[in-house]
């Protein structure tokens, strides 16, 4: 059955063999003045000499993959959101998951990945997340920049063995396990 196009982001679905389990998020800010929304399983990367964190692009190095955050809305009180809303009265608290061996779950942007291509490494297209049920992101993996390069933020682990959609490895958008290889704490493999 051939796979239906469906952008879910970054979905964090375990461990590397030899990892210990961490479940722990981090913490990051998030400029009150960004108005660029970041989705729940977007990549994120340091914005330029400061401490915040931004939505990602393909070509720095990643911090981790967002999961949420608080943040005080002008004009009311503290809120948890699965997505980062695009203005607050504050700078925000922004929590992420950038645990070295963190595998993670992600739909191909177009043409298949195939079996060929695990151990390569591979960029992501940030794409358009939602607001509506939990703040999904939009980021999917571009397999259009499978290569060896180091500087690419992503290494593919696996190709889905699940059922249903996704699981076809022979069609386009066709879903695929990777794990940091250009992240903060995992650099140029």
Known sequence: MANL???????HIGFLS???????Q??????????????NGDPVVKSGATNYIVQGSSTTILEGIFVG?????????TTWSP????????????????APGALFLAAALNT???TANIGANIGYNIGTGSTVGGGFSGATLDQSTINTTNTLPFQIVSLYQGIGNGSDPLTAY???VVTFNNQRFRTLT
């Open 26 to 39: 981090q913490t990051r800010l998030l400029q009150s003045t960004n108005t660029t929304k970041i989705f």
């Open 83 to 98: 997505y980062w809303v695009g203005a607050a009265a504050a700078d925000a608290i922004g929590y992420l998951i950038n």
């Open 174 to 176: 066709n879903w695929a």
């Open 5 to 11: 196009q469906s952008a879910f982001g970054f979905r």
């Open 69 to 77: 955050c608080t943040y005080q809305a002008v004009g009311g009180s």
């Open 18 to 24: 030899g990892y210990a389990p961490d479940y722990q």
């Open 112 to 114: 298949a990945i195939v």
